[in-house]
Nanobody, 116 residues
């Protein structure tokens, strides 16, 4: 069974930084595409960033240049470094692991609050 556990959320002032972590188990981590999504109150969940098995990254325009996704295959962990945070970045952040079969597994989410 695939399990993902996020951590690192919290309260930060606008302009500040947070680093989210997501520990993944129960899957061949190194082969999976790793993703971060977020959902703000009253809005649909939106994709934020992903990193493929070969290290290729892609970001939503709203976070490009401010957020950085990375992975540690030795620790089965994916990270999201968030810099220059804005109030509109406040949301519950979810990590996801997408296997080569296309099956996607989700974490439980970690909340990020950005005060202005």
């Amino acid at each position: 069974q695939v399990q993902l556990v996020e951590s690192g959320g919290g309260l930060v002032q606008a302009g500040g930084s947070l680093r989210l972590s997501c520990a993944v188990s129960g899957t061949i981590f190194s082969l999976n595409r790793l993703e971060w999504h977020r959902q703000a109150p009253g809005k649909q969940r939106e994709w934020v960033a992903h990193m493929t098995f070969d290290g290729t990254t892609n970001y939503a325009d709203s976070v490009k240049g401010r957020f950085t996704i990375s992975r540690d295959n030795a620790k089965n962990t994916v990270f999201l470094q968030m810099d220059s945070l804005k109030p509109e970045d406040a949301a519950v952040y979810y990590c996801a692991s997408r296997a080569p079969t296309g099956v996607r597994s989700w974490g439980q989410g970690t909340q990020v609050i950005v005060s202005s």
